[in-house]
């Protein structure tokens, strides 16, 4: 694994493999600017070591880089180059002995702002009045009763969603120890024109942003919970997005990790269309898988990015990690330098005449082209679910998927689309409470519904039957209350 300060630093190929195309007109002072960063960062109480990979980023910055990767560089991969999941059968019974050996770490860190959200997008009721946390701590507490020890779930919180999250764990009920959580770093914003931190004293909370995933193996480290829970007897984890509720502890993946000493797995699964903007495997011209994220892509290669047919694999973002390994490297090499996102944004989120600023970011996915012996392995679909928008939060708060004793989230067996496609006016539906409020009844039945579309103001009921490919057109400009008991198929203009 490559890390910062080390003698294998990733080369420029690599971490800065393609160049601003405009040089930005700047003075940029570096010695000054990286000392008002350091000093900004010392006084939020960020560690040293955090401190010297921040500027480690911001110097590839200042040589003008970009985290771009471009289509040159990399080759396709398939599914013929991978091992798949239905093939791991024969190690499921390794797996399940070396039960006590697994945590859970979810990434909890987004407040789901996509939705109109302002809160821990974990906390959102999604599934049988259910939130993602209640959700994610009942799949930790079937574990533990079957095969003991302590809870296994880990939750990397942010600075915006730490404190509801632990507020909500006290006052859960059926908890009986509360499960280790940690908060993630944070990065200084930068200021474009002059690379300079970032000022907004209207909201000093926007001039800083969580610097990407990519941060689990740096805040793991410097929190002491890496410690904890190798001390703990854990070995194995299964990272993943909490809004992911198909990502659960697999005996067979394991089981393959143990027997076979692979020190990182990524679960990569086959990219449909909406799935053409999700970060992709590929192969490095070094002979590397990587992972190229859609923000690592140059503007004139976006076509071939998003081409399904070419990049067939996406990550599902659910990663599986030796602990052990990651402590040995950590504390030989320091801590990783991943590849640079460089997320161009404005620093009030919410107001696009705010002053532009870069966001530093990483993705822990990327450490799959540092980690010698990594591996990634092709998972089915329904390990990988997530809620980013609100046509996602739809299916599955309908009976498309079932919430098992466990709480292990599964397609229905009674679903007639594999991939059910749902498109929701977003005038109407595109945050949260507009869900809530279209369809407080309950949502209508998806199994026999192939493909869903959904323009104007109309509220539902949970007795309507969908069936087919249904598109359903509001254009009275009023609000339509669908009646009961009836079956809804074709396209259906409502003028």
Not at 40 to 49: D, F, H, I
Request: charged share 20%; proline share 5%.
């Amino acid at each position: 694994m490559t890390t910062s300060g080390s003698r294998n630093t990733p080369s420029k190929a690599t971490v800065r493999s393609e160049k601003f195309s405009n040089t930005p007109e700047q003075q940029y002072d570096s010695a000054s600017t990286l000392a008002a960063y350091a000093e900004k960062m010392r006084e939020e109480g960020m560690p040293a070591k955090v401190i010297d990979l921040f500027t480690s980023y911001l110097a590839d910055v200042s040589e003008l880089a970009t985290g771009h990767i471009p289509e040159m560089h990399i080759s396709p991969i398939t599914q013929s180059h991978l091992k798949h999941i239905d093939a791991l059968d024969k190690y499921e019974e390794a797996g399940k002995a070396i039960a006590h050996e697994a945590v859970a770490i979810k990434l909890n860190g987004g407040l789901g702002t996509s939705m109109g959200m302002q809160f821990a997008k974990s906390l959102l009721p999604v599934k049988d009045h259910m939130s993602f946390l209640d959700i994610t701590v009942k799949q930790a507490i079937a574990w533990q009763e079957k095969y003991g020890g302590p809870l296994p779930l880990v939750l990397m919180n942010s600075y915006n969603t730490h404190k509801d999250t632990l507020s909500e764990l006290r006052h859960m009920s059926g908890l009986s120890q509360l499960p280790l959580c940690f908060v993630q770093h944070k990065f200084p914003k930068i200021r474009q024109d002059t690379l300079m931190p970032a000022e907004y004293p209207d909201n000093r909370e926007y001039e800083w942003n969580p610097p990407g995933h990519g941060d689990i193996y740096a805040s793991l480290y410097l929190s002491g919970v890496l410690e904890t829970l190798i001390r703990q007897g854990r070995k194995y984890a299964l990272v993943s997005n909490i809004d992911n509720l198909g990502a659960t502890l697999d005996m067979r993946m394991l089981g393959y990790m143990a027997e076979e000493q692979v020190p990182f797995l990524m679960e990569v699964t086959e990219r449909t269309e909406n799935d053409s903007k999700g970060g992709h495997l590929a192969k490095h011209n070094n002979g590397r898988l990587i992972l190229r994220e859609v923000s690592q892509c140059p503007e004139c290669d976006l076509e071939e990015f998003q081409n399904i047919t070419r990049h067939r694999l996406f990550n599902t973002n659910n990663i599986w990690i030796n602990l052990i390994e990651l402590k040995n490297t950590l504390h030989q090499s320091g801590l990783p330098k991943l590849p640079l996102i460089l997320n161009p944004k404005t620093i009030n989120p919410h107001d696009k005449s705010s002053t532009p600023v870069y966001q530093i970011e990483s993705a822990m996915g990327a450490a799959i082209s540092h980690f010698v012996n990594a591996q990634a392995i092709v998972t089915t679909r329904d390990r990988f679910i997530p809620v980013k928008r609100t046509d996602d939060l739809l299916k599955v708060m309908s009976d498309y998927y079932l919430l098992d004793p466990s709480g292990t989230l599964k397609l229905n067996e009674a679903n007639i689309a594999k991939d059910l496609q749902v498109d929701l006016d977003p005038r109407y539906y595109s945050k949260f409470d507009n869900i809530y409020e279209k369809f407080k009844e309950g949502v209508p039945s998806l199994a026999s519904c192939t493909k869903l579309g959904i323009s104007g103001d109309i509220i539902f009921n949970p007795s309507i039957s969908l069936v087919g490919d249904v598109n359903i057109d509001n254009q009275t400009g009023n609000v339509l209350l669908m009646p009961e008991d009836i079956t809804l198929q074709g396209t259906v203009d409502i003028k």
